[in-house]
């Protein structure tokens, strides 16, 4: 084995360990974030991911409880808790008024927007410096990061407790 190809091994190994620490560390970065959101907006973590899923449209109290693995009197609780917080409101479903659906208030979209939205322009602002070759690369990375943890979820889910 030559040198220069053992070199290049060693590089892609360092490179490979630096990925594994910046990985560990955005998602300490992310977590640090999302606490502090949490406590600015006066709500626990689990509130805040409901928060974020009615960011992106409205939902009922039985696809909330299933993204967040969370009972149904557990989601009446949460629902309620942010209700009197002013953040989400219940509606009646248009096509059977015996059903709701729970929509973010304005006010409560105001309030996630001031936390939030300043990262996301600076991060929009971020991978504009990447070709679209990068950010297929970043994207593939992601993406396979993601379903590993999701993988992984399920495993750990499925352990025996202690």
Known sequence: MSRENS????????????????????????????????????????????????????????ALAAELNLTSGSVTTMLDRLAKLGYVARHPEPGDRRKVVIRITDAAMVKVMRIYGPIAEEGAGEVTRYSAAEL???????????????????????????
Do not use: F, K, M
């Open 7 to 62: 070199d290049a091994r060693g590089e892609v190994a360092q490179l490979r360990a630096e990925v594994g620490r910046e990985a560990q560390a955005l998602q300490a970065a992310v977590d640090a974030v999302d606490q502090a959101a949490a406590t600015n907006l006066g709500v626990n973590r689990t509130d805040l991911r409901c928060l974020e899923i009615l960011w992106h449209g409205e939902s009922t109290p039985g």
């Open 136 to 162: 297929r690369l970043v994207i593939d990375y992601l993406r396979r990061s993601r379903e590993l943890q999701e993988r992984h979820r399920a495993r750990i889910t499925g352990l025996p407790e202690r």
